[in-house]
């Protein structure tokens, strides 16, 4: 039982991950909370539904369709980050924070729409990737190699994140600008050009983590409504602009959750939220501090 | 030349400073300093760039809290008392850079300012009556804004701003008034005729007022009196003859050592 | 300026609710219901507007909403009381109640941590009412009927009745708010939201104010969530879920922050809009909203830009040579923590 609510968790805490990833490093870098966040993983999700389905049509061999996800991903990333970054953000550049919460949050209802417009409003099922793994057998219990798998990208993901952020050049570039734009653009970096890759990065993180949960879920509206909840709650408990927060954030809820649904069924969406408020009341800046929080 | 109103002595000094010291890390802001100041004086405080005199000020103001010592105003001591308590108790500061609301009209900041004084703050009685109103315009009219009342806060020029500032404290009738750099930011030619204003207007006030300057143009023809700061400590207090030619405040102050 | 008066305010506000009486009588049912959504909505809407004039956005409005709906329905339900003018009123009244105690702590938050705290508020209050299973679950329950100063209404009725009465709850709420922001504390509000050190320099009490926003916020959520909830006829956790709150902080933003009547005026477009796009556009018209929101942003400076300074405009206070402000150049400002001073 511990062990169903372990591994539960954790895979649950993976897909999670690799979406606040994104979103907190957005955050940290160009310091928007970005409530569209979920509706690139709702994107991520159709894309991966589409181009799964086009790899069967095409009758290329069903192990081409985890390729594919990841192609979904980052042809979301490819259309959308620039086109959102420098199309939409960019105007806004310099105004409060939460005015640019409420340009996101425009921008989440216009995607919302978008979805149906292109991919209608009927549900996709896409769940032949999640066989292609079999199953792994642990004690008396089997589970699904998938699902392990997520665990394994969703690591892959965060170190990866981690490494080039601290280890390469490029990285400490990164750092700078999180650290002072404004230093930074003394010092000769292109802060603009810093921008739009982190929010690149951002928006493809999200995206991947649509495209490899789109197997587990039925692809449908509204997907993105309760991701973009639960991610903030994730970076709001782990810190925002902290990478470490986002990964433990996400142990935490989906830890949380995993317990609620197995144990005590009627507490499983009231506690996250109980942990985000908790963490605002008492440790606004979150578990990993980044940023200094608002308060008076 | 600036009205002198000297308090009898035999009243509480309106602000008594005492061994006041301040560090932030190895920085010393303030080193045991000590001022009394009267009822209706006018002293500048002069000293470089992290002297003591802003921190002295916003120790004054309740801002900072001292390391040490005490401070009392009138005889009370208000040394762990916050801003708002503070000017409760009759003082009020302006800032070098304006502390502003940049959308609202001049008349309505000088009517949020003496709301601000009032204690309550009704949720149904107008804030815009006439009674109201024309206190507001009679104070800016001592300050010469009457003609920018209607104006928007981030459509004046600096020399305004500054003059509006100063205008917001003095709503409360405070008995001390502290002017951080009053005439910093505005142009050379502009300096001396903002003071007699600013001067002008406080001539009927039993205020006694505390002003950093650096211009020591002004500071001797608008005080009776100078306190010199200089790595945390005072370091000359009289007239403006005496604390000028102090050897001293030659030295760190105005640089003109012999 | 045009002096401002109680009197002349209430007066004014008597003759709207007459007026809007009158030509409700003749609109044709489907519009009355419209127009009753609208001022239900647009009560809550106005708590919004009420705390955005002291310079914080709530984003769990819904959770005031929610608690004000499900007390009305509780109320009618199982305590048996189905008088709307006692049901109503408790809605706000308990929704105040219920908000009270977070005052104080929420009067200390700004910006973001101020809307992520509203927010993770209504979510929890979701969890859990989608987890009752005693209060319908996701489901929620349905509400009879109330009656009205003891009268129960007939079928034929119901429509102007219901109208009728949010008409005359939510004009004697305008008229209150329009006296609270024309008021001394009205005026502080918004002298807080751009510069609050200085209030506080001045003497004012900023965190009561904001307290003080905050309880009325919530007392307005409160009667509007009741409203709805007997117009409706049902209550359920939807009423507290985030994008429940988005919708009406949607419409605050285009009512601009100056106005009450704006504020009625911009729910009734959004529930026309609605009504009509979910009937023939279902698939276009939340692009349509969101398109007229990033233009209302950009473009109408003095009922949204001026919601929000660009912080740039603001210089650090009482540092001048000392504690450097180091302007972020980020792309979104954020209030920085009040500076320090360094001799």
């Given amino acids: ?59 290329i061999a069903p192990a081409f369709s985890l390729v594919a996800m990841l192609l979904a991903a980052v042809a979301v990333a490819a259309i959308m980050a620039p086109l959102t970054e420098r199309g939409l953000l ?45 199953n792994v057998q642990v004690g008396a219990q089997s589970y699904v190699g998938y699902d392990l798998a997520l665990v394994a990208v969703a690591v892959a993901c965060g170190l990866a994140v981690w490494w080039g952020l601290n280890r390469t050049r490029s990285g400490k570039i990164v750092l700078a600008v999180i650290h002072s734009p404004e230093i930074a653009a003394s010092m000769g970096v292109n802060v603009s050009r810093v921008y739009t890759f982190a929010f690149m990065l951002g928006v493809f993180l999200a995206a991947l983590g649509g495209a490899l949960t789109a197997p587990m879920i039925s692809v449908q509206p509204g997907v993105s409504v309760g991701v973009i909840i639960v991610s903030f709650a994730v970076v709001i408990i782990g810190g925002l602009g902290s990478i470490e927060g986002a990964a433990i954030g996400a142990l935490i809820v989906g830890l949380a959750r995993a317990l609620a649904v197995h144990t005590f069924p009627a507490v499983e969406l009231f506690s996250i939220y109980v942990a985000m408020a908790v963490v605002l009341i008492f440790r606004p800046e979150g578990l990993f501090q980044r940023m200094q929080a608002r308060k008076i | 030349m600036s009205a002198v109103m000297k308090s009898s002595t035999a009243a509480a000094p309106v602000l008594s400073a005492s061994g006041l010291s301040k560090r932030f890390g190895a920085v010393v802001a303030a080193q045991d300093v000590s001022i009394d100041v009267a009822a209706g004086e006018r002293v500048s405080l002069i000293g470089g760039n992290g002297a003591g005199k802003t921190t002295f000020v916003n120790m004054v103001t309740g801002y900072l809290k001292p390391d040490a010592g005490r401070i009392t105003l009138g005889g009370q001591d208000v040394t762990a008392l916050g801003p708002r308590e503070i000017t409760r108790r009759g003082v009020a500061r302006s800032f070098q850079i304006p502390q502003l609301c940049a959308e609202m009209t001049v008349l309505d900041s000088v009517l949020v300012a003496a709301s601000c ?81 600013i001067m002008a207007a406080l001539a009927g006030e039993p205020v006694a007022v505390l002003f950093v300057e650096h211009d020591m143009d002004v500071v001797d023809r608008y005080s009776d009196r100078v306190i010199a700061f200089w790595s945390g400590k005072v370091i000359a207090d009289g007239s403006p003859a005496e604390a000028l030619a102090d050897e001293q405040v030659r030295r760190y102050v105005t640089g003109t050592a012999r | 300026m045009r002096e401002t008066s109680v009197r002349r305010t209430v007066a004014a506000g008597v003759a709207t609710i007459a007026l809007l009486l009158a030509v409700g009588w003749m609109l044709p049912r489907w519009l009355q219901f419209l127009a009753t959504m609208a001022f239900a909505n647009g ?60 005052a104080p702590l929420l009067a200390r938050y700004r910006g973001i941590f101020f809307a992520m705290l509203t927010l993770a508020l209504s979510m929890v209050l979701y969890g859990v009412l989608v987890k009752s299973s005693t209060l319908g679950g996701s489901d929620g329950f349905n509400v009879a009927r109330p009656t009205i100063a003891g009268q129960a209404i007939s079928n034929a009725a119901s429509g102007f009745a219901m109208y009728a009465l949010a008409v005359v709850v939510t004009g004697v709420l305008a008229i209150a708010c329009a006296v609270y922001f024309a008021s001394v504390r009205g005026l502080v509000s918004l002298a807080v939201r751009e510069n609050e050190l200085r209030v506080e320099y001045l003497g004012g009490s900023v965190r009561r104010v904001m307290a003080g926003n905050f309880v009325a916020a919530a007392f307005l959520g409160g009667t509007g969530g009741a409203l709805a909830a007997l117009s409706l006829g049902h209550i359920e956790p939807e009423f507290s879920y985030w994008t429940r709150s988005g919708e009406f902080v949607f419409a605050a933003i285009l009512a601009g922050h100056h106005g009450v009547i704006a504020t009625f005026v911009a729910s009734l477009l959004l529930e026309i809009v609605r009504s009509f796009s979910n009937l023939y556009f279902p698939n276009t018209w939340q692009l349509a909203l969101g398109v007229f929101l990033l233009v209302v942003i950009r473009f109408l400076p003095r009922g949204i830009g001026s919601l929000w300074l660009d912080r740039r405009d603001r210089d650090a206070p009482a540092a001048g040579a000392q504690a450097e402000e180091l302007q972020s150049q980020a792309p979104a400002r954020n209030g920085t923590t009040l500076p320090g001073g360094a001799a």
């Fill in chain 3, 43 to 102: 009560v809550v809407t106005l708590g919004i507007v009420l705390l955005m004039r002291g310079g914080v956005v709530s984003f769990g409005q819904g959770m005031v909403f929610a608690v004000g709906g499900y007390a009305a329905a509780l109320g009618s339900n199982r305590l048996g009381i189905t008088d709307a003018l006692l049901l109503v009123p408790a809605g706000g009244l308990i929704a105040a109640l219920v908000a009270a105690p977070f």
């Fill in chain 2, 117 to 197: 004084g009032e204690g309550a703050l009704s949720p149904w009685r107008p804030a815009r009556t006439s009674a109201r109103k024309d206190a507001a315009l009679a104070l800016l009219d001592r300050f010469a804004l009457g003609g920018h009342a209607r104006r928007r806060v981030s459509e004046l020029p600096g020399g305004v701003r500054k003059l509006l500032d100063i205008a917001m404290a003095l709503t409360g009738h405070p008995r001390l008034l502290l002017l951080d750099e009053p005439t910093s930011g505005v142009s050379a030619d502009e300096k001396l005729p903002m003071m007699d204003t």
């Fill in chain 1, 1 to 59: 039982m511990l062990l169903t609510i372990l591994i539960d968790g954790v895979t649950y805490a993976s897909w999670l991950f690799i979406v606040a990833l994104g979103l907190t490093l957005v955050f940290g870098v160009l310091k928007i909370l970005n409530i569209a966040h979920g509706s690139f993983y709702a994107l991520g999700a159709y894309a991966a539904a589409s181009f799964v389905g086009w790899g069967a049509t095409l009758q």
């Fill in chain 1, 90 to 134: 960019r105007v806004f550049y310099g105004r409060d924070e939460v005015l640019l919460v409420l340009v996101t949050y425009a921008l989440f209802l216009i995607l919302e729409d978008v979805t149906k417009l292109v991919w209608g409003a009927n549900p996709y099922y896409v769940s032949e990737p999640y066989q292609l793994l079999g």
